[in-house]
């Protein structure tokens, strides 16, 4: 019924910089919450930052001032701009996006997408 699609990612150096975005779809009524989540290896998935549908943000401590997120609401896109990469910024990162549909609120994930730090 929604479908999150993520692009971006890939291999980066320590220091340098990428950007991953991620499109909702489906039968949606409205986009509410939208985050970014990321899971490491042996890992529990953490949040990286969250924005809600007015703008209000929530960074966590490891990224602030590294990694910032935004939304385009129009497109149903959420955008995550990652800067002076580190190696522990190394995962799965995952979109999640909080939905209001004809049939009620559905919480969705995308399928991840790769983030490697590597020199």
């Known amino acids: 019924q929604v479908q999150l699609v993520e692009s971006g990612g890939g291999l980066v150096q320590p220091g340098g910089s990428l950007r991953v975005s991620c499109t909702a779809s489906?039968?949606?009524?409205?986009?509410?919450?939208m985050g970014w989540y990321r899971q490491a290896p042996g890992k529990q998935r953490e949040l990286v930052a969250a924005?809600?549908?007015?703008?209000?943000?929530n960074t966590a401590d490891s990224v602030k001032g590294r990694f910032t997120i935004s939304r385009d609401n129009a497109k149903n896109t959420v955008i995550l701009q990652m800067n002076s990469l580190k190696p522990e910024d190394t995962a799965v990162y995952y979109c999640?996006?909080?939905?209001?549909?004809?049939?009620?609120?559905?919480?969705?994930w995308g399928q991840g997408t790769q983030v490697t730090v590597s020199s």
């Open positions: 999640n996006a909080r939905c209001a549909t004809l049939t009620g609120v559905i919480d969705s």
């Open positions: 924005i809600t549908r007015g703008g209000s943000t």
């Open positions: 489906g039968r949606i009524f409205r986009v509410n919450d």
